[in-house]
């Protein structure tokens, strides 16, 4: 956590409804959470409540927002929003897919959520399947 703080401008961090208090323990002052409602993964050998959201913590200088780059059809009347809810499916299909890949929907939700411009520099430090870096150069080129 200390790294993500010092090494980067903005930064947002997915981790689990169970793993968040541990993880906002080692987060520094003024990190912020938003909430992935992203529907329940069905498991019939589950004792506790189906989980069917996910946290991600985010920090940084999120004021900022590029007008000319505004796209109110990631928004909610024109606001950015702290909660998504988009029901992701597995992506059975792609051959690049690993647990915990996002939708390119959530990966645009988070550039929102940071104040990211296309002129900005994306680190992925769990790169899995590439698809936040796809998402990402399909956000500078649009």
Known sequence: ???????????????SAIALPAVLALCPPGVRVAAWVRGERPNKQAIWPQ???????????????????????SDVDGRRVDALVHH??????????????KP?????????????TPADELVD?????????????FFRAS
């Open 104 to 116: 390119a929907t959530f990966a645009r939700w988070i550039f929102d959520l940071l104040g990211a």
């Open 51 to 73: 989980n069917a959201w996910e946290p991600v913590i985010y920090a940084g200088d999120v004021r900022r927002v590029a007008e000319d780059l505004y796209d109110a059809s």
């Open 1 to 15: 956590m200390a790294s993500l703080s010092t090494e980067y401008d903005a930064w947002a961090l997915s981790t």
């Open 88 to 101: 992701s499916r597995p992506r059975i299909t792609d051959p690049k897919r690993v647990i915990g890949a």
């Open 125 to 137: 430090v769990f790169p899995g399947s590439g698809g936040i870096a796809r998402a990402w150069e």
